[in-house]
């Protein structure tokens, strides 16, 4: 595989993220939410991070992440 196709590949995988980054305003929940799935930041505290992502963000985020084998 070239560079250029390598490079197209790995943007093409950041796009959700992007999108997710753009739709709640910043990249905190987003973050948060990562760290949540992938077990660095317990549910438990979720009352002093940011609010989590849910619903349907919340499963394209895992869908990611598993995908980037992190979850």
């Given at each position: ?10 943007t093409?995988?950041l ?16 973050i ?9 930041w317990p ?26 084998q992190?979850?």
């Amino acid at each position: 595989m070239n560079m250029l196709a390598t490079a197209l590949r790995i943007t093409e995988s950041l796009n959700l993220l992007w999108e997710l980054f753009s739709q709640h305003g910043s990249s905190l929940r987003v973050i948060a939410t990562s760290a949540e799935l992938v077990g660095f930041w317990p549910p438990t505290l979720s009352t002093v991070a940011p609010s989590a992502l849910e619903g349907t963000d919340r499963q394209e985020l895992a869908k990611l992440l598993h995908e980037w084998q992190l979850a």
